[in-house]
């Protein structure tokens, strides 16, 4: 892959990765409750959901995908349903931060590993990043490489963006550590969940 063609690809995926949208909302609010480790090692379920959907459509299955009405409107809605239902949790959430000397049930982590996992698989705008952005900076000449060099600059970002809004997350918990404060914590974090999941809602598959 040529060098220019990647500084060009560079800071426009890095701009896609910094994006607030669900999933980072989702770092965000999960460090601010439970911490920035935890939140963090979640995310893993993030990255796994991406890389899989990165090679889908290395190997051509998602523009297949991205093409079909019917499975992207199959997974939009699932998609905007989870995150209607991931925001209604939390605005009904009511228990206490975690201390900072607690430790986190392996079950609970494995519970919130899910949630960006599905969080990730349930857009269908990012299989849509994968198959329409991705191809204006493959190299015809070196497609696996090259895409390969694409999708990993994708998940080093991601893996960047998902540090930084988990720092945010951290600092903003010390500052709703009473149950008062948590609680409308919730109900924004909730809100503009919801609020993701019904712009979802009525996102369009691009014309072919």
Not at 2 to 31: D, K, Q, R, V
Request: proline share 5%.
């Amino acid at each position: 892959m040529p060098l220019e063609t990647f500084l060009l690809f560079a800071p426009a995926c890095f701009a896609i990765n910094m994006a607030f949208g669900p999933n980072n909302l989702l770092s965000l609010t999960n460090a601010a409750r439970v911490g920035i480790a935890p939140a963090v090692l979640a995310a893993v379920g993030r990255i796994i959901s991406f890389a899989a959907m990165i090679a889908i459509a290395g190997v051509g299955l998602g523009a297949i995908l991205a093409a079909s009405e019917t499975v992207f409107t199959l997974v939009k809605y699932a998609g905007a349903a989870y995150l209607v239902w991931i925001g209604i949790n939390l605005i009904r959430a009511g228990a206490p931060l975690m201390r900072e000397d607690a430790t986190m049930p392996r079950s609970s982590l494995r519970k919130l590993t899910l949630q960006e996992l599905w969080v990730a698989a349930g857009n269908p705008k990012a299989i849509l990043v994968f198959t329409a952005f991705f191809p204006q900076f493959v190299d015809p000449a070196s497609y696996a490489l090259s895409f390969a060099i694409l999708g990993g600059t994708f998940l080093a970002f991601e893996t960047i963006a998902i540090i930084v809004y988990s720092f945010i997350g951290a600092k903003l918990g010390r500052y709703i550590r009473d149950g008062r404060t948590l609680k409308w914590f919730n109900r924004t974090s909730g809100g503009m969940m919801i609020g993701f999941g019904l712009l979802l809602m009525f996102t369009r598959r691009p014309a072919t």
